[in-house]
């Protein structure tokens, strides 16, 4: 698997000032590409952390810096964001290290 994939639903107020928008829940996914990483290495694991880290920021989108409620809300996305995207990761890791022990 080269690719894992993050989804998460989230209110629209998060990417639009307009409250109108806010009644409608939003699904969007990001795909975390995995290649050109070894994930039975320490530095492919922080890599893969980091891309994580990047995806969540794309999908959670950016409050004004006046909206104090609206950068909670981003800190909140982005953590079930990794937290989800964690689960899958550590899959890929445990894989990663049984292929290893397999090739010897």
Do not use: W, Y
């Not at 893969?48 to 989108?61: K, P, Q, W």
């Amino acid at each position: 698997m080269k690719t894992l994939l993050i989804t998460f639903a989230f209110a629209a107020a998060f990417v639009s000032a307009n409250p109108a928008a806010a009644q409608a829940p939003v699904s969007r996914t990001a795909a975390v590409s995995t290649a050109g990483l070894d994930l039975s290495t320490e530095r492919g694991q922080r890599a893969l952390e980091l891309r994580i880290v990047h995806a969540s920021s794309e999908l959670c989108g950016t409050p004004s810096p006046a909206d104090a409620r609206g950068r909670i809300k981003l800190k909140q996305c982005r953590a079930e964001l990794q937290s989800s995207a964690a689960e899958q990761a550590r899959i890929l890791v445990a894989r990663a290290g049984s292929l290893e022990v397999a090739a010897r």
